[in-house]
């Protein structure tokens, strides 16, 4: 098969958010890229990452403000997380620490967290004297290729309990300094050089009620903005006529990533009338707007603005019974996008009307139907009087992506559909030492189903891609996709003691 890189983006860095839940994200391909951003400490994510039906006082609080009412005392925490993506396609290291507190009603958390992100080895700038072994480099030195990018994020959290209301409410920002997004060093095929940079702002405001009896509300209102740049170099041949050779030259290309969002999350839970069981209820919508999407190879049109509509509805259930802790989550996420190429001169189109500047070219049109399930298990033993305990605790994800493209281009009057589907499916596993004062925390998983996707061209070739970017891309394939498969391994270590 004839291999080269095709290139895909995201849309929204949603894993830049501190969960996902109530951020719905949206892929046109099998790419997944949650792995770099799952940096803060939680309990739930060795058990499947379950959420609806139980209670993760470790990450909540990133989730929803409004839960931090539910700290004890002022813990300091570190969750250091290291993953590689198999095929050579990269890997990263992320150390973030922080602590979180509460004195009478008023309750905070101040984090921040440093990250390395490697590039795929696959990336060697070598295309130019393969295709010309004659052509001079004309003096053209980009210098040896840089393997390895930083990130830095800083979390701030403040909330307060109302009293004799039940109530509790609380505003979070996370801040994301970007010089490296996994995967987008291969997103650019046959670049000399590429430099990432820019930031993501995610903002919440979260609501908290209790009632007697165990049962909650929480709301959460969320607005997301993801701002990158890509600064594309690339080294060109062409006839000098004056040498009366084939030479290069270089020439840079600026691409643009622009998202922004609104969503509201809400969820319910309360106790079943069986003992220990409980079950919970969730509603997400988001409300999302593409200013620019960046240009890329597989997308068969050149310039790509949009908007979305996502929602999911789902149920969760749960069963704690003496150290014993079970969990099954089902969510179902319809979703709408609409993309299009805008042109900046009137266009003729083949029946002889013209197309006023602004007017669209090309028209897509996406309908999804996914869905997400999520079980775990967890067991506790305790290893002496003084409360000591641990646990070990196994999960499995499931995520089903499922859509519809249909696209119009109004210039040659003509339309296709495509239909693509896909599952992707993630063992979890992890361990834990608690002692009165100390915990400590291990926490493992592996993502599968998800690798290099490309388009077929209706010939003999497949071209797959060479990225792990993954959370929301949403670009027009021009062709039925192919797959080379990659597994990405994580593994997270956390700390977590009392500060006084």
């Given at each position: 098969m004839?291999?080269?890189?095709?290139?895909?983006?995201?849309?929204?860095?949603?894993?830049?958010?501190?969960?996902?839940?109530?951020?719905?994200?949206?892929?046109?391909?099998?790419?997944?890229?949650?792995?770099?951003?799952q940096?803060?400490?939680?309990?739930?994510?060795?058990?499947?990452?379950?959420?609806?039906?139980?209670?993760?006082?470790?990450?909540?609080?990133?989730?929803n403000?409004?839960?931090?009412?539910r700290?004890?005392t002022?813990?300091?925490f570190?969750?250091?997380?290291?993953?590689s993506?198999?095929?050579?396609?990269?890997?990263?290291?992320?150390?973030?620490?922080?602590?979180?507190?509460?004195?009478?009603?008023?309750?905070?958390?101040?984090?921040?967290?440093?990250?390395?992100?490697?590039?795929?080895?696959?990336?060697e700038?070598?295309?130019?004297?393969?295709?010309?072994?004659?052509?001079?480099?004309?003096?053209?030195?980009?210098?040896?290729?840089?393997?390895?990018?930083?990130?830095?994020?800083?979390?701030?959290?403040?909330?307060?309990?109302?009293?004799?209301?039940?109530?509790?409410?609380?505003?979070?920002?996370?801040?994301?300094?970007?010089?490296?997004?996994?995967?987008?060093?291969?997103?650019?095929?046959?670049?000399?050089?590429?430099?990432?940079?820019?930031?993501?702002?995610?903002?919440?405001?979260?609501?908290?009620?209790?009632?007697?009896?165990?049962?909650?509300?929480?709301?959460?209102?969320?607005?997301?903005q993801?701002s990158?740049?890509?600064?594309?170099?690339?080294?060109?041949?062409?006839?000098?006529p004056?040498?009366?050779?084939?030479?290069?030259?270089?020439?840079?290309?600026?691409?643009?990533?622009?998202?922004?969002?609104?969503?509201?999350?809400?969820?319910?839970?309360?106790?079943?009338?069986?003992?220990?069981?409980?079950?919970?209820?969730?509603?997400?919508?988001?409300?999302?707007?593409?200013?620019?999407?960046?240009?890329?190879?597989?997308?068969?049109?050149?310039?790509?603005?949009?908007?979305?509509?996502?929602?999911?509805?789902?149920?969760?259930?749960?069963?704690?019974?003496?150290?014993?802790?079970?969990?099954?989550?089902v969510?179902?996420?319809?979703?709408?996008?609409?993309?299009?190429?805008?042109?900046?001169?009137?266009?003729?189109?083949?029946?002889?009307?013209?197309?006023?500047?602004?007017?669209?070219?090309?028209?897509?049109?996406?309908?999804?139907?996914?869905?997400?399930?999520?079980?775990?298990?967890?067991?506790d033993?305790?290893?002496?009087?003084?409360?000591?305990?641990?646990?070990?605790?196994?999960?499995?994800?499931?995520r089903?992506?499922?859509?519809?493209?249909?696209?119009r281009?109004?210039?040659?009057?003509?339309?296709?559909?495509?239909?693509?589907?896909?599952?992707?499916?993630?063992?979890?596993?992890?361990?834990?030492?608690?002692?009165?004062?100390?915990?400590?925390?291990?926490?493992?998983?592996?993502?599968?189903?998800?690798?290099?996707?490309?388009?077929?061209?209706?010939?003999?070739f497949?071209?797959?891609?060479?990225?792990?970017?993954?959370?929301?891309?949403?670009?027009?394939?021009?062709?039925?996709?192919?797959?080379?498969?990659?597994?990405?391994?994580?593994?997270?270590?956390?700390?977590?003691?009392?500060?006084?």
């Amino acid at each position: 098969m004839l291999k080269r890189a095709l290139s895909v983006s995201c849309l929204i860095l949603l894993g830049v958010a501190p969960a996902s839940a109530q951020i719905i994200t949206i892929r046109t391909v099998p790419i997944s890229q949650a792995h770099q951003f799952q940096i803060f400490p939680s309990q739930m994510v060795p058990m499947g990452d379950i959420s609806i039906a139980v209670a993760d006082t470790l990450h909540d609080p990133f989730s929803n403000p409004a839960t931090g009412s539910r700290l004890g005392t002022a813990r300091f925490f570190g969750s250091p997380a290291v993953y590689s993506v198999s095929e050579g396609a990269g890997g990263g290291r992320t150390l973030p620490i922080g602590a979180l507190m509460k004195t009478g009603p008023w309750y905070g958390g101040l984090a921040v967290a440093l990250q390395e992100v490697d590039l795929s080895r696959a990336v060697e700038f070598a295309p130019v004297p393969f295709l010309c072994p004659s052509c001079p480099q004309g003096g053209i030195d980009f210098g040896p290729p840089e393997r390895s990018h930083g990130n830095t994020y800083a979390f701030a959290m403040l909330g307060r309990d109302l009293p004799g209301t039940g109530i509790s409410i609380g505003g979070s920002v996370l801040y994301a300094g970007l010089h490296a997004v996994d995967g987008v060093d291969l997103l650019y095929p046959g670049n000399a050089r590429l430099k990432q940079y820019g930031h993501a702002i995610d903002l919440r405001l979260g609501l908290l009620k209790e009632w007697t009896g165990d049962r909650t509300l929480e709301a959460v209102l969320v607005h997301n903005q993801y701002s990158m740049t890509h600064d594309v170099f690339y080294l060109d041949l062409f006839w000098d006529p004056g040498a009366q050779q084939t030479t290069q030259r270089p020439r840079m290309e600026r691409n643009l990533d622009r998202t922004r969002i609104w969503g509201l999350h809400l969820e319910y839970e309360r106790p079943l009338p069986a003992p220990g069981w409980q079950i919970g209820f969730v509603g997400t919508a988001n409300r999302m707007s593409h200013p620019k999407i960046p240009n890329y190879e597989i997308m068969n049109i050149p310039r790509d603005p949009g908007n979305s509509s996502a929602f999911n509805v789902g149920v969760g259930v749960s069963r704690q019974y003496r150290l014993s802790t079970f969990g099954v989550d089902v969510i179902y996420e319809p979703i709408w996008s609409h993309t299009w190429a805008d042109s900046d001169i009137p266009v003729e189109t083949n029946a002889g009307d013209i197309i006023p500047p602004g007017g669209m070219t090309i028209e897509n049109h996406f309908r999804f139907s996914n869905a997400v399930f999520r079980m775990g298990v967890g067991q506790d033993v305790k290893l002496g009087d003084d409360g000591t305990v641990a646990g070990l605790q196994f999960g499995l994800s499931l995520r089903s992506i499922h859509y519809w493209l249909d696209q119009r281009d109004h210039v040659q009057l003509s339309s296709r559909d495509l239909e693509e589907s896909w599952v992707e499916w993630t063992p979890t596993w992890g361990a834990a030492l608690r002692f009165p004062e100390l915990e400590f925390r291990y926490q493992g998983r592996v993502t599968n189903g998800t690798g290099r996707p490309g388009v077929g061209n209706g010939g003999p070739f497949a071209i797959p891609e060479a990225a792990d970017l993954g959370s929301t891309i949403l670009v027009a394939p021009s062709g039925p996709l192919t797959l080379d498969e990659v597994r990405v391994v994580t593994h997270q270590f956390s700390i977590s003691l009392p500060l006084r």
